[in-house]
């Protein structure tokens, strides 16, 4: 039964970040001492303890600005940011300066964590004999292309494992963790390193690159095993 998640559903009242050329709003005074976690697109969802970054001055976030450049940030000031439902406002070709921003921005070994549609899961839902009709069709749809309630609230882009892993790679950033939410939102985790040190992130991490899905269960407990024991190597 595929119905609007609370993620989408919130998209109705919460504004993500959205293209510069939507709004320009004067730029917020930052906060002392600057929180070493980032919410972007917060919306309404402010965050306690995270720098609030939105495009729309009428949220109240922390910090009034375009989520694909910040230049008033310090470079490695951040242990972790947060984007949820944001990639996907962006224009494709502005998707790799993001992550090159968001990367810019993050420690050594800092996370970055996504959530992004997934197109094949997408198509899937649509090719599915029991979503062939109006209703459920037209609903997956709307998932696929966003709300459109309002500017910023369209969907210009999506992705597929090879894509996603590809764009946070030439960022500097390794997947260590992925799920996939609702059938059809990838949940990801992205370490800055050019080693992910711990077997089980690794693990996590090839098998979204190489087999294109996030890790089962007894996947990761027999891969952890063989490697621990030296049976295995990487």
């Known amino acids: 039964d595929y119905s609007l998640t609370d993620a989408e559903s919130e998209r109705t ?9 939507a709004m320009n709003q004067p730029v917020a005074v930052l906060p002392y001492p600057l929180p070493t976690r980032m919410n972007l697109g917060c919306g309404y969802d402010i965050r306690e303890g995270y720098l609030n970054v939105d495009l729309q001055a009428k949220h109240h976030p922390d910090l009034v600005a375009d989520a694909t450049h910040l230049p008033m940030l310090p470079s490695g000031h951040f242990q972790e940011i947060l984007a949820q439902d944001v990639l996907e406002h962006f224009e494709r070709e502005r998707t790799q300066p993001a992550l090159d921003e968001w990367s810019r921005l993050l420690q050594p070994d800092g996370l970055l964590i996504l959530r992004v549609p997934s197109l094949l899961d997408m198509f899937e839902m649509l ?3 029991e979503h062939r009709k109006f209703a459920e069709a037209q609903e997956i749809v709307h998932l696929m292309y966003g709300t459109q309630a309002y500017t910023g609230d369209y969907h210009l ?3 597929t494992p090879t894509l996603l892993d590809g764009y946070l790679h030439r960022a500097g950033l ?5 799920s996939l939410r609702d059938g059809w939102l990838f949940d990801v985790r992205a370490r800055k390193t050019n080693r992910l040190e711990s077997n089980a992130e690794f693990i996590q991490g090839a098998y979204f690159r190489i087999l294109g899905r996030p890790v089962d269960l007894s996947g990761l407990q027999h891969h952890s095993r063989a490697l621990d024991s030296g049976e295995m190597t990487r």
């Open 13 to 21: 009242t919460i504004n993500r970040a959205a293209p510069i050329s």
């Open 127 to 129: 090719s599915a004999p």
């Open 157 to 159: 882009t999506g992705f």
């Open 174 to 178: 390794l997947i260590c963790d992925a």
